[in-house]
């Protein structure tokens, strides 16, 4: 396999590649401007190429087959197949397309008790749809074990050991009990879990979205439930917006992101406190600390649930998806919430995703404190650099908020954003000539770029503007490499 630190894939040659390169890779490499432009707009000459994608959006070969066999096995004439981790996914993916008047079955499959939904073809883009928001996917490790292709020998005795420790780790850092640690097969599927509970414990409210978050964060809060409230946070006078709004309507849970991505910007959580106290006390507060990791900052001084996508930073090598939920044992709500997901048990992971999970976390602190110095060093390198508009790192957009939940020693995690001057036309020739890996996700040990909004909001970039997000955006998750080459690689691709 590649050593991307030293050899990132950057070429135009290695369009579609995995990152990292083998069957396992979550990100995919889009090393020109024109690739993720292409891919965007349905270019098949480009998305042909791929051998890989970010799981949730584009199946990887494996997942794929696993569903071609299912529809082989199970479906009838002009039906398709999704396959689930368990059942009660796909009896909730049948839930979501039956809003638009499709109807289907569910039933167990394989020797594993997978889930399939079965459905019309014509229902087949809305099914992917709520497998791309609400994340309970399959993993390429046991589609492949399904399939018969891979046969590591982890029992589920062992998996469910590497489970535990992920648990205590977890749990350790962020000072609460291995009880209080609920894992899921991706970031997505725990935000979605978290939305089913509130939705569920306080039905008929919305939820509210403060600040700019990742992009399908949002789209799930608007999807499901009586839907959201959005307040980007871009006005100070939102802070009365929002006090306003919780003073006239009762919500079921207030999410944020700390800091939030793309754009490193953090709410001011003292003063959320002090606005939920006047107004709606305990309305539960949901803070993501995917981008911080709990390395780095305390989100349980704030919130009542903590968030994360492990297959971030914590897991660091790219080939694996799982996220958590972290409860605040000190939360009014914690009896509640720990009933609710350990009656909704559909959590667990695979058994050799755990195990891959758990060795690939082991030096987690230490890879967590490497990359923020790293990503703030370039950041304070671009910020001075003369091609440089503006650069987006939590260390100055944090702000407050980010400080209050900021650990005496924390630092700032591994991203940050910047904007290059007459960006329209220097953008590109960046990107291209840039010696890094290029594609989607984040928290990888290589350094991985990716021109953010583009990527994440091509068909709504107006809106993306109008919230404070400029359309040319490159996001930097800074890896593991020494920062002076580092430094000369961004240096070299200005210079383009």
Not at 60 to 71: D, N, V, Y
Not at 216 to 223: F, I, N, P, Y
Not at 372 to 390: I, Y
Not at 439 to 468: M, Q
Request: aromatic content about 10%; some cysteine.
């Amino acid at each position: 396999m590649t050593d991307l630190l030293r050899h990132p894939l950057w070429e135009a040659d290695s369009l579609g590649s995995p990152l990292p390169d083998n069957e396992f890779g979550v990100s995919v490499s889009l090393p020109l401007w024109s690739h993720v432009v292409g891919y965007e707009e349905g270019d098949q000459e480009i998305i042909s190429k791929f051998r890989s994608g970010y799981p949730r959006f584009c199946c990887p070969p494996a997942i794929s087959t696993l569903f071609e066999k299912a529809e082989a096995e199970i479906a009838q004439e002009g039906e398709r197949c999704i396959v689930f981790p368990r059942l009660i996914h796909a009896q909730r993916c049948l839930e979501f397309i039956a809003r638009d008047s499709f109807s289907g079955r569910a039933q167990e499959w394989s020797a594993q008790n997978l889930g399939v939904a079965v459905f019309p073809a014509e229902a087949y883009v809305k099914a992917r749809r709520f497998w791309r928001f609400c994340g309970e996917v399959v993993s390429t490790r046991q589609a492949c074990h399904v399939l018969g292709q891979t046969s590591s020998g982890v029992t589920e005795a062992e998996g469910q050991a590497a489970s535990a420790a992920i648990h205590q780790c977890l749990a350790d850092l962020a000072g609460q009990q291995p009880e209080d640690v609920f894992l899921f097969p991706s970031g997505m599927a725990a935000n979605f879990a978290v939305h089913r509970m509130l939705t569920t414990l306080f039905p008929e409210r919305k939820t509210v979205q403060l600040d700019f978050p990742y992009v399908d964060v949002l789209k799930l809060q608007q999807t499901f439930g009586q839907g959201a409230h959005f307040l980007p946070m871009i006005q100070d006078s939102e802070y009365d917006e929002l006090s306003t709004l919780l003073k006239q309507e009762k919500i079921s849970g207030i999410f944020c992101e700390a800091p939030s991505n793309p754009m490193l910007r953090c709410v001011d959580l003292e003063r959320l406190l002090a606005i939920r106290e006047e107004t709606q006390p305990g309305v539960p507060i949901i803070i993501d600390d995917t981008i911080s990791t709990v390395v780095h900052a305390d989100a349980c001084r704030v919130a009542d649930v903590v968030t994360s996508s492990l297959t971030k930073s914590f897991s660091g090598a790219g080939d694996i998806l799982a996220g958590s939920v972290i409860l605040n044992r000190s939360s009014p709500h914690h009896a509640a919430f720990s009933a609710f997901l350990k009656a909704h048990a559909d959590h667990q992971l695979w058994c050799e995703d755990a195990m891959t999970l758990e060795e690939n976390s082991h030096d987690f602190v230490q890879r967590a404190e490497t990359m923020s110095r790293n990503a703030l060093a370039l950041a304070d390198h671009l910020s001075a650099h003369p091609q440089v508009e503006r650069v987006w790192h939590a260390k100055y957009q944090g702000g407050p908020g980010y400080e209050y939940v900021r650990r005496k020693e924390g630092g700032y995690g591994c991203l940050f954003s910047f904007l290059l001057k007459d960006a329209a036309t220097t953008s590109a020739r960046f990107y291209d000539a840039l010696r890094v890996c290029k594609g989607p996700s984040l928290g990888t040990n290589f350094t991985l770029v990716c021109p953010y909004t583009l990527l994440a909001h091509y068909e709504e970039l107006d809106w993306a503007e109008s919230c404070g997000v400029p359309r040319y955006l490159i996001r930097v998750s800074a890896g593991l490499e020494d920062i002076e080459d580092l430094i000369a690689r961004f240096d070299e691709a200005l210079k383009a």
